[in-house]
């Protein structure tokens, strides 16, 4: 059963991206993006000089083509920092937009908009869920800052917003999951927060084994290389955890 079919994949050309630095509030960050192939070269100087400190890359999205998707597929490489996939919110300014923090590892990473984070003038802040507030979002990006001074390079080969998944779940899919969260919620509550990821990384990866849909494959392998880059067991069980809940939360609107 079909569900529903949406997402609008994004340019990666680099000529549809525009640098926005520090100097935009005094400071003297400088940055660049250039063609390479299929996507796009970001590289600069962070400097903190002058109470500045960042230098982002970003594209405008349409609010038609935000609300169509789930989050954001990136696929980079590049030196040992981390960087922010952001998303930026029209009408506030710097007071707030939501981030997501990437290594660039090389393999595809999906970033969900329920692990973004809010922030204004670099804290977090309290504020409701990306995924609730995408009316408002106007642009994605990368930015690097943080603290970070000196010379960075980041290479692209891919980054997207994520459609929807459009396949109805199978029932075995459903069972698996609804077992795996009855096992690790006791294990999280207990303060184990490291057996319940395991629990979850393990019902993943054995998706990848069997005949289950190619989209929620495809998932499910951007949710582990993503995982891979984060050590806190907290944030790893619950990206592992919405990766989960997505598929019953089809499930169950199949059913409705």
Request: proline share 4%; aromatic share 12%; charged share 20%.
């Amino acid at each position: 059963m079909i569900l529903w079919l949406w997402g609008i994949i994004m340019t990666t050309a680099a000529a549809s991206w525009m640098t926005v630095n520090d100097t935009v509030m005094g400071g003297v960050s400088s940055s660049q993006v250039y063609p390479t192939g299929d996507g796009f070269t970001f590289s600069g100087v962070v400097s903190t000089e002058n109470n500045g400190g960042f230098a982002s890359v970003r594209k405008d999205i349409s609010k038609q083509e935000f609300r169509e998707s789930s989050g954001i597929s990136i696929q980079g490489e590049g030196d040992s920092l981390s960087y922010q996939v952001v998303v930026w919110m029209r009408g506030y300014g710097p007071r707030l937009y939501y981030r997501h923090v990437f290594y660039p590892t090389g393999t595809t990473q999906f970033l969900s908009y329920e692990d973004f984070e809010a922030i204004s003038y670099g804290r977090r802040v309290q504020a409701p869920p990306l995924y609730q507030m995408l009316d408002q979002a106007y642009a994605i990006g990368i930015l690097v800052g943080g603290g970070y001074e000196g010379e960075f390079q980041l290479d692209i080969q891919d980054i997207s917003l994520e459609p929807y998944i459009v396949e109805q779940p199978s029932q075995e899919m459903v069972d698996s999951i609804t077992a795996a969260i009855e096992k690790g919620v006791p294990a999280f509550n207990e303060g184990n927060p490291r057996k319940c990821a395991r629990i979850y990384e393990d019902v993943l990866t054995e998706f990848l084994t069997q005949d289950v849909p190619v989209v929620y494959k495809r998932r499910f392998q951007a949710v582990l290389e993503t995982a891979k880059t984060v050590e806190d067991p907290i944030t790893r069980a619950w990206l592992f955890r919405h990766a989960l809940d997505t598929v019953l939360r089809l499930d169950a609107i199949s059913k409705q």
